[in-house]
């Protein structure tokens, strides 16, 4: 569309355009096509907000951000340290319970909350999303303080947000989505699983197991997302640490944690993942 078409203009080709889409949709799925025709209607992106955008905002900032400043120190002070290699050291995980975890889990999760609520406003899967949250945040904030994830806190998190899932095919009949999370987790977890193996120095167990959590949730919205989401952790853990080293702040031997570049990266695939999609698919 020119960008000198008038106002009229916008408003004739705005209209055609939606009620081809709208057609186009209603066909796919009388046709038995994709099942997420229906639902990616509902849903929002980085620009347009969902269905009940400003409810579902309002419910992630105060729920996710009370939730995490609350369940993230009491984490930190009651579960097990992990059982370390010789001559191997950590920060222990009841050191980090205070004031400072409770502001920087409680912000980060307020601020996901909302970004995760303008997008998929009151979608069924929405409250998977938000455990998934609460849980990132801490688990972000632990790793970046200790470089260690975790699973007393991953697997729990699979159950209850695979449970969230499987809830939200009940409510929407949206089976194609859990199945295609499920082989997107299966897969998340495999191919970081060989990550692993092959470079046990850049990629831990921990980030293995948190691969699987993120996929299965990024697979339930789509393929865009779930690859843009899971592996733009490594794009953006590749350009802090090439302005780390640049600034001199650290060496080229030294290594940051990566859970938080997967959980950032999950994020950036939820409002990104469908325009890349359309971007590639030309």
Known sequence: MSPRTTGSGVRSRCSSYWSCSWAAACSSSCAGGRPRARASSRLGSW????????????IGVLACGAVASVLGPWLMRTIP???????????????????????????????????????????AVLPAWLVLVVAGSVLGYIDA????????IIWPTY??????LV???????EWGSLRRAAIAGA??????????????????FGDVRLSGLLGIALGWLGWGEFV???????????????VLIAARIMTRKQMVPFGPFMLVGALAGVLLGVPLERLYAG
């Open 228 to 242: 843009s989401g899971l592996y733009g952790g490594f794009f953006l853990g590749a350009i802090v640490g090439i």
């Open 47 to 58: 620009i347009v907000p969902a269905d009940n955008a400003l409810l579902a905002v309002g």
């Open 159 to 164: 159950f209850v947000v695979g449970a969230g």
């Open 81 to 123: 340290e992990p059982e370390l290699e010789e001559g191997e050291t950590k920060v222990p995980y009841a050191s980090l319970a205070g004031r400072r975890a409770a502001y920087w889990c409680g912000g980060l999760a307020a601020l996901a909350g909302g970004i995760l609520g303008w997008v998929l406003g009151l979608d």
């Open 187 to 204: 897969i998340g977890f495999a191919v970081f699983y060989v990550l692993w193996f092959a470079f046990p120095r850049g990629v831990g």
């Open 167 to 173: 809830a939200a095919a009940l409510a929407t009949g």
């Open 145 to 152: 303080r200790t470089r260690f994830l975790p699973s007393v």
